[in-house]
């Protein structure tokens, strides 16, 4: 019996070989300077940050050639998978404007490259591990579990790597007529992968971000498809659909490198030339003086629904996950404030080679400085769709008087400086809810500074009321406001105030934090000139008796 005879007996019933599928997947019609790159998570749970860096890098390098981006879903486990995960990822990556051109919805398939979810593919992954077994480069092996754990503890006593390889690798001896022969019997199996490598020689690849590494070969002969006779493992089902799909560059983290040895061996094996690696610097966190790997289990922003909850634009996510993809990029931004990240050119040699550290504080600052720029119309549109999903309280809000709530968010925002404290859309509320009197009598309370006696207090409220309120325009505004001050001993201008403070009750700024808390309870917020000219008169009159009348 030959090899092909064994191939045939594990797989019976194939309706096509290799040949069939690289004619019916033709070389992609580009040229070398156009890049075909993937996103290929196992839908085994939530968008890590991790895969979404992955998958931004993948995107970057497609757009800037005018290559292919596409999706590939790697469901070999299906123990881990999850029901929905699949669609969890598309709605993640059409939240951040991260289109794929190729991808699989349920039966819908855009592409030429499909199926492109791997359970899908078996057929094809059968005839490529046929092939091998033809050739030689894969066999059947029998060794049961007891076995295998009983090599590896022996291995660990005698100090020995693990694995199975050269005299380990027992069925490597099991020649074609007994391999069959326990097939027929029911003997169960999986297929390995024959390597040729020798670990004491060294294995030489150029990463992109990395540069040159060294690693010992590969000698394990891999499992690459499991007892079952359905799906392969992920090595080799990766470089099948990497070959097929055409895939110029594999975008992965960094903790794949030590599998670059087998995945080239398999490339080779077939005579196939592998796609360029980029593997990625962990994402990293500041823990108090240390620096960590975000962790799933004890991080809510390693999970990208995160920051859609708390509602941040997307492109803030983005432009905060840039500045870690390149060193340069944040310097390129500022020179070019006009232009979107498409516009910057990504180079692997630029990124980090070690971990990435990704700062919130950061992200908060480029949330808010996207946020100021934002027109009254937009934030109302992007933060009313955010509260529709999130936060009924804030949609009742803007439901109530929408004018009005876009003149809150209009408050300081047209200007050569605009206000920047809004981060996320969830804080809205926090900030805006004194603009609604319900809110402000039902809420808050009055925490006073520098001037706390009530009767004090309600003297300048009195005062600025019966005489000094004034919101005809800003200059005239304040000029009020320090006439009163000269009028009631605080005084107007802060030099002066700063040379002989025994000579004041206090300052223009103390008085001015008087009427900003019995108006919002608050002493930080916003422009008070434009509060009370949206309020109007009758609102902060109201705001200033109940005060009085309530102490």
């Given at each position: 019996?030959?090899?092909?005879?064994?191939?045939?007996?594990i797989?019976?019933?194939?309706?096509?070989?290799?040949?069939?599928?690289?004619?019916k997947?033709?070389?992609r019609?580009l040229?070398?300077?156009?890049?075909v790159?993937r996103?290929a998570p196992?839908p085994?749970?939530?968008?890590?940050?991790?895969?979404?860096f992955?998958?931004?890098?993948?995107y970057?390098?497609?757009?800037n050639?005018?290559?292919?981006?596409y999706?590939r879903?790697?469901?070999t486990?299906k123990?881990?998978e999850v029901s929905?995960a699949v669609?969890?990822?598309m709605n993640t990556?059409?939240?951040?404007h991260?289109?794929?051109?190729e991808?699989q919805?349920?039966d819908?398939i855009?592409?030429?490259?499909g199926?492109?979810i791997?359970s899908?593919?078996?057929e094809i992954y059968?005839?490529?591990?046929?092939?091998?077994?033809?050739?030689g480069?894969a066999?059947p092996?029998f060794c049961?579990k007891?076995?295998l754990?009983?090599?590896?503890?022996?291995?660990e006593?005698?100090?020995?790597?693990?694995?199975y390889y050269?005299?380990f690798?027992k069925c490597r001896?099991?020649?074609?007529d007994e391999?069959i022969?326990?097939?027929?019997?029911?003997?169960?199996?999986?297929?390995?992968?024959r390597?040729k490598?020798i670990?004491?020689k060294?294995?030489?690849?150029?990463?992109?971000?990395k540069?040159?590494?060294?690693?010992?070969e590969?000698d394990?002969?891999?499992?690459?498809?499991k007892?079952?006779n359905?799906l392969p493992?992920?090595?080799?089902a990766?470089?099948v659909?990497?070959?097929?799909m055409?895939?110029t560059?594999?975008?992965?983290?960094?903790e794949?490198?030590?599998?670059?040895?087998?995945?080239?061996e398999?490339?080779?094996?077939?005579g196939?030339e592998?796609?360029?690696?980029?593997?990625?610097?962990l994402?990293m966190?500041?823990?108090g003086?240390?620096?960590?790997?975000i962790?799933?289990?004890k991080?809510p922003e390693?999970?990208?629904?995160?920051y859609?909850e708390?509602?941040?634009?997307?492109l803030?996510?983005?432009?905060?996950?840039?500045?870690?993809?390149?060193?340069?990029?944040?310097?390129?931004?500022?020179?070019n404030p006009d232009?979107?990240f498409?516009?910057?050119?990504f180079r692997?040699?630029k990124?980090?080679?070690?971990?990435?550290?990704?700062?919130?504080e950061?992200l908060?600052?480029?949330s808010?400085?996207?946020?100021?720029k934002?027109?009254k119309?937009?934030?109302?549109?992007?933060s009313?769709?955010w509260?529709?999903?999130?936060?009924d309280?804030?949609k009742?809000l803007?439901?109530r008087?929408k004018?009005y709530?876009?003149?809150?968010l209009?408050?300081?925002r047209v200007?050569?400086?605009p206000r920047k404290d809004i981060?996320?859309?969830s804080?809205?509320?926090?900030?805006?809810w004194?603009m609604?009197d319900?809110?402000f009598?039902?809420?808050?309370?009055y925490?006073?500074k520098?001037?706390?006696n009530?009767?004090?207090?309600?003297?300048?409220?009195n005062?600025?009321?019966d005489?000094y309120?004034?919101?005809?325009n800003?200059d005239v505004?304040?000029?009020?406001?320090?006439d009163?001050?000269d009028e009631?001993?605080y005084?107007?201008?802060?030099?002066e105030?700063?040379?002989?403070p025994?000579?004041?009750?206090?300052?223009?700024?103390?008085?001015?934090t008087?009427?900003r808390i019995?108006?919002?309870?608050e002493?930080?917020?916003?422009?008070?000139?434009e509060i009370?000219?949206l309020?109007?008169k009758?609102?902060?009159f109201?705001?200033y008796?109940d005060?009085?009348?309530?102490?």
């Amino acid at each position: 019996m030959t090899r092909t005879d064994l191939a045939n007996i594990i797989f019976p019933n194939l309706e096509h070989d290799i040949d069939y599928y690289n004619a019916k997947y033709p070389k992609r019609n580009l040229t070398d300077e156009q890049y075909v790159t993937r996103f290929a998570p196992s839908p085994t749970g939530y968008m890590h940050i991790g895969n979404f860096f992955s998958a931004l890098v993948d995107y970057i390098i497609a757009h800037n050639t005018n290559g292919i981006f596409y999706l590939r879903n790697e469901d070999t486990d299906k123990a881990r998978e999850v029901s929905d995960a699949v669609e969890k990822i598309m709605n993640t990556l059409n939240y951040y404007h991260i289109k794929p051109q190729e991808y699989q919805a349920g039966d819908v398939i855009v592409g030429e490259y499909g199926p492109y979810i791997q359970s899908e593919r078996k057929e094809i992954y059968h005839a490529f591990i046929k092939y091998l077994i033809e050739i030689g480069r894969a066999y059947p092996c029998f060794c049961t579990k007891d076995e295998l754990d009983e090599k590896r503890l022996h291995q660990e006593k005698a100090k020995l790597r693990t694995g199975y390889y050269g005299g380990f690798a027992k069925c490597r001896q099991v020649d074609v007529d007994e391999a069959i022969e326990r097939i027929k019997k029911g003997e169960p199996y999986v297929i390995r992968f024959r390597s040729k490598g020798i670990h004491e020689k060294k294995f030489i690849f150029d990463d992109l971000v990395k540069g040159k590494i060294e690693l010992p070969e590969n000698d394990q002969d891999i499992v690459i498809m499991k007892s079952d006779n359905l799906l392969p493992t992920y090595h080799f089902a990766h470089l099948v659909d990497d070959h097929l799909m055409h895939t110029t560059h594999v975008v992965r983290g960094e903790e794949w490198l030590s599998s670059v040895p087998v995945h080239i061996e398999l490339f080779e094996a077939f005579g196939y030339e592998p796609p360029k690696y980029i593997h990625v610097p962990l994402i990293m966190k500041q823990d108090g003086d240390k620096k960590r790997k975000i962790s799933k289990r004890k991080d809510p922003e390693a999970s990208m629904s995160y920051y859609e909850e708390l509602g941040y634009p997307p492109l803030a996510v983005i432009e905060s996950l840039m500045t870690i993809i390149n060193s340069d990029y944040e310097e390129w931004h500022t020179a070019n404030p006009d232009k979107n990240f498409l516009d910057f050119t990504f180079r692997p040699d630029k990124m980090s080679p070690s971990g990435a550290l990704y700062d919130l504080e950061k992200l908060n600052n480029i949330s808010k400085d996207i946020i100021s720029k934002m027109t009254k119309e937009k934030l109302y549109e992007l933060s009313y769709n955010w509260a529709k999903k999130y936060s009924d309280s804030l949609k009742t809000l803007i439901e109530r008087d929408k004018e009005y709530y876009m003149d809150i968010l209009n408050i300081e925002r047209v200007q050569d400086k605009p206000r920047k404290d809004i981060a996320y859309y969830s804080q809205i509320e926090n900030l805006i809810w004194y603009m609604y009197d319900d809110l402000f009598t039902n809420n808050g309370s009055y925490s006073f500074k520098n001037i706390n006696n009530i009767n004090e207090i309600k003297l300048i409220l009195n005062t600025y009321m019966d005489k000094y309120f004034d919101i005809s325009n800003k200059d005239v505004w304040f000029q009020k406001i320090k006439d009163m001050c000269d009028e009631l001993g605080y005084a107007s201008n802060m030099k002066e105030y700063k040379k002989n403070p025994e000579l004041f009750k206090g300052n223009v700024a103390d008085v001015s934090t008087v009427l900003r808390i019995c108006l919002t309870k608050e002493s930080m917020t916003p422009d008070m000139y434009e509060i009370m000219h949206l309020l109007g008169k009758e609102r902060v009159f109201n705001r200033y008796l109940d005060f009085i009348k309530g102490n």
